[in-house]
């Protein structure tokens, strides 16, 4: 039971900190396909300053400086979406696949180059990311997760800043009219999508293991909390029932040889699918109620009002 507390959260806690980020976007009217890529990056950038810390630094610095170096990661690469969907005006799923291939081509550069080998795994130590409660271990992104899941609530549905965004992903043309500047918005929800996203690809790979191989990416996790976005109906608090739901199904392939799944005899590989299984099947049933903003995707002309 504990193990499969440990996973679900360990999942959760990502898929929800990167389905917030897509969040952000789309309600700006954004529509944030590079999520996948996003993670890579914010998770090549933080797991490389681990690495290069020096032996004996305290863990609240290596925590600190990894995190902001992942958030700053994502935020860079998320600019590029940004750029190219609002100034240029170009079809943003499009874009936003295109990043997701340039990412994981640019990480096996990046570690191939500070391997000095052809390898592209890093290696680092998580220790400074790890804490037990009991028998339990967890690690400092649940905490910060959680922190971030409340503020996101409140930025999105208690200030000024959010009444707007959301309004540049619901008629752009009604914002502009009463003076908000769609573009600035746009890039606000993109750049904050670029945030989470970058804290999400560290958080998925820094806690589970101390070697990570960047030709895999994030195996697909970025393209699940898109699901996870889409089921959560782009509402901050069903985003973290929908990413606790899907975590639940992404963590039996780690416990299921240790638990009675052991006796059906399945592979593991089984169990890895059951999350994007799960995630098809949901959406062909709720897809029709989406409420998602009736903007995302359409680029804003402000010449077209």
Not at 46 to 71: I, N
């Amino acid at each position: 039971m504990l193990l499969l507390i440990k996973y679900t959260l360990l999942y959760g806690i990502v898929l929800m900190l990167v389905a917030l980020g897509g969040m952000f976007s789309e309600h700006s009217g954004i529509i944030n396909i590079a999520l996948e890529g996003i993670m890579v990056i914010g998770g090549l950038g933080g797991v490389l300053t681990v690495a290069m810390l020096p032996t004996g630094t305290a863990p609240w610095l290596v925590v600190t400086l990894s995190v902001l170096v992942a958030a700053l990661s994502g935020m860079v690469y998320a600019l590029l979406l940004a750029f190219a969907s609002i100034h240029l005006k170009a079809d943003q799923t499009i874009g936003g696949t295109a990043l997701n291939m340039l990412a994981t081509a640019l990480a096996v550069i990046l570690a191939k180059n500070y391997n000095g080998s052809t390898s592209s795994k890093v290696s680092y130590t998580n220790s400074a990311f790890l804490f037990k409660i009991g028998d339990l271990e967890l690690n400092i992104f649940i905490p910060l997760g959680i922190a971030l899941l409340v503020i996101s609530y409140i930025v999105m549905y208690k200030t000024r800043f959010g009444l707007r965004l959301r309004a540049c992903g619901e008629h752009p043309q009604a914002a502009d009219s009463v003076g908000i500047n769609v573009y600035k918005m746009r890039y606000a929800g993109v750049l904050i999508s670029g945030l989470l996203g970058g804290i999400g690809g560290l958080a998925y790979i820094i806690p589970s293991v101390q070697t990570w191989s960047f030709e895999v990416g994030v195996a697909g996790t970025g393209f699940l909390a898109l699901a996870v976005m889409i089921f959560g109906q782009w509402k901050p608090v069903h985003i973290f029932g929908a990413a606790m739901f899907f975590a639940v199904f992404k963590s039996l392939a780690n416990i299921a040889d240790a638990t009675v799944l052991s006796q059906l005899g399945w592979s593991s590989n089984i169990y890895n699918m059951m999350p994007f299984i799960a995630s098809m099947v949901i959406l062909a049933f709720t897809s029709k109620n989406s409420m998602a903003p009736k903007a995302e995707g359409i680029p804003y002309d402000k010449g077209s009002r």
